[in-house]
Structures are given as C-alpha cells and as structure tokens.
C-alpha cells in the first residue's frame, strides 16, 4: 500500500512541474464564429466553436512571426473564410506569447 501512495504521489507532483508553454500550445478544431481585422498591416483573430478556454477572450490571433508575412495572412484569411462561409470546421495550431496575453497561430489547415 506504502509503495502505491509513493508512485501516486510521485506521479502527481511532476505533473505540477510540467512546463505551461507547452501546455498552452496544441490544435484546436471548430467552426468559425468570429473573424476581425485590426492592426495596420492587415492582423485578423478569430474565434472558434468551441471556445479555446486557454486563449485571452478566447481570441487566435493571426499576426507574430507564423504570419508577419502579408501573404501568409491573405492565405490564411481566405481558408477561414471558406470555413465560415462553407459550414467547415478548421484547425489551428495556437502557442500563447511569452506574457501569456495573446494566442498566437502557427499553423491552420480545413475539414471537412
């Protein structure tokens, strides 16, 4: 009995140590609910049903270094479109910043 509560506990105490980066950073698949633009070089978010609980209001942002390029971002807002207006869900790949005030998309791809 002693030596399963050890495992137990052993167990449950790496868990607390595990880093929150990596946490915070996986896909999330939904519909599109949300699509705005803000920022001067053309940023847009999202938000997804479900919500990503993990994400300040819930919000992908579309900007950083995965999408500092323009045409990146163009590509990556006709595929949301397309979902949105196809009844599609999609997947984004999202990492919280380095405050943990933003989530960031990496990668983004469509469902059927």
């Not at 999330?28 to 609910?33: L, N, Q």
């Not at 045409?71 to 807002?77: E, H, K, P």
């Not at 990492?95 to 005030?101: A, I, M, V, Y």
């Amino acid at each position: 009995m002693k030596k399963e509560f050890v495992v137990v506990a052993f167990a449950l105490s790496c868990s607390s140590f595990s880093s929150p980066a990596l946490a915070d950073t996986h896909w999330h698949r939904g519909e599109v609910t949300r699509i705005w633009q803000h920022g001067e070089q053309g940023q847009f978010s999202i938000t997804l049903d479900p919500a990503v609980e993990a994400c300040p209001d819930q919000r992908i942002e579309f900007s950083g270094d995965a999408y500092a390029n323009a045409d990146r971002r163009g590509q990556a807002l006709s595929m949301v479109l397309s979902g949105l207006h196809g009844d599609k869900k999609i997947g984004v790949f999202v990492e919280q910043d380095g405050s943990g005030t933003r989530c960031l998309a990496q990668e983004l791809d469509i469902q059927r």
